[in-house]
């Protein structure tokens, strides 16, 4: 017997994933015994804490890290991540796969529309870059930091003006009702893998790696590894002001990125487009743009007075 032990975070919208990924696996191969497993990583433990220190805690994600554990233990055979919360370095032994077809990049507004939000309007979102983003399209919002999985944060809305959430994440569990607004692309790219799966596995399990061979859409691998080689090289997380777009239209790869300073009161953005051949290779020129243009500042945020 063939069994496959599928491991992933312990929420909702995690199992939700688990299940997208499953369903063609379950019709190409009958004769497989898929097991789901879910672990609980220290972001859903410390809900308390500031996510960039979680993060810090965790060797690099805050909602990672004890899975990729259990997998180099050989306690599950593949992960199935949200590929925006992983580090852009995989650990030691593992390795990602090209992912699934991306689902809906763009963030979704719940409870109003940003234009008409009223000044001083309180919004919830725990992301520093929807915080720096946000704040710099409207200085006079409130951003509040709320976590927990999305109906927690949904139902925030009976104290709060508005949240803000991953459309993908909606749409995986048919919340999109919910949604009153999808923020404009082109002045909120989202974090680097938004709406892409990360399917995550043993570097020397040929096994898994041969039974996944095919199930990876290349147009997206393509747009997410320019997004993440960017990031990489910016030496960001997914707890910093970074957001990118890379998107495939007649043969080339373009890609979107922008730096925010986390007080919303500078953005930068570079856009270049290349070949999806060489995707990383367009992720750092487009990083190096960026840079030249004082990305690090940004990134280091608001310097304590000497």
């Known amino acids: 017997m063939v069994e496959l032990v599928v491991g992933s975070r312990a929420s909702q919208l995690a199992r939700s994933q688990v299940k997208e990924f499953l369903a063609p696996l379950r019709a190409r191969f009958p004769e497989v015994v898929l097991r789901h497993r879910a672990i609980l990583e220290d972001g859903d433990l410390d809900r308390k804490s500031d996510l960039r220190e979680v993060s810090e805690r965790g060797g690099g994600s805050a909602f990672a890290g004890r899975q990729a554990a259990a997998l180099l233990a050989g306690e599950v055979d593949v992960v199935v991540h949200s590929l925006k919360d992983l580090p852009t370095a995989d650990p030691d032994g593992l390795l990602l796969l090209p992912p699934p077809p991306r689902a809906d990049v763009r963030d979704a507004l719940c409870g109003g529309t940003l234009a008409a939000l009223p000044a001083g309007a309180r919004i919830g979102t725990s992301a520093a870059r929807r915080i720096a983003q946000l704040l710099y399209a409207r200085p006079d919002l409130v951003p509040e930091r709320i976590r927990g999985n999305v109906p927690t944060r949904l139902a925030r809305l009976r104290t709060l003006d508005a949240v803000v959430l991953a459309a993908a994440g909606l749409h995986r569990l048919g919340r999109t009702s919910e949604v009153t607004e999808h923020l404009p692309l082109d002045r909120f790219p989202p974090s680097p893998g938004q709406g892409a799966l990360g399917i995550q596995v043993r570097a020397d399990d040929t096994r898994t ?20 080689a960017m990031l990489a090289e910016l030496h960001g997380g997914c707890s910093v002001p970074v957001g990118a777009l ?9 890609l979107h990125g922008q730096v925010t300073d986390p007080r919303g009161t500078h953005q930068i ?38």
């Open 209 to 228: 790696r041969e039974l996944l061979a095919g199930t990876g859409d290349p147009g997206t691998d393509a747009e997410v590894r320019a997004e993440r």
């Open 246 to 254: 890379a998107t495939t239209a007649d043969g080339i790869l373009t």
């Open 269 to 306: 953005e570079a856009r270049l487009s290349g070949t999806p051949a060489e995707p990383e290779k367009l992720g750092r020129a487009v990083a190096a743009l960026l840079l030249d243009l004082d990305a690090e500042a940004l990134l280091r945020g608001p310097q304590p007075r000497s």
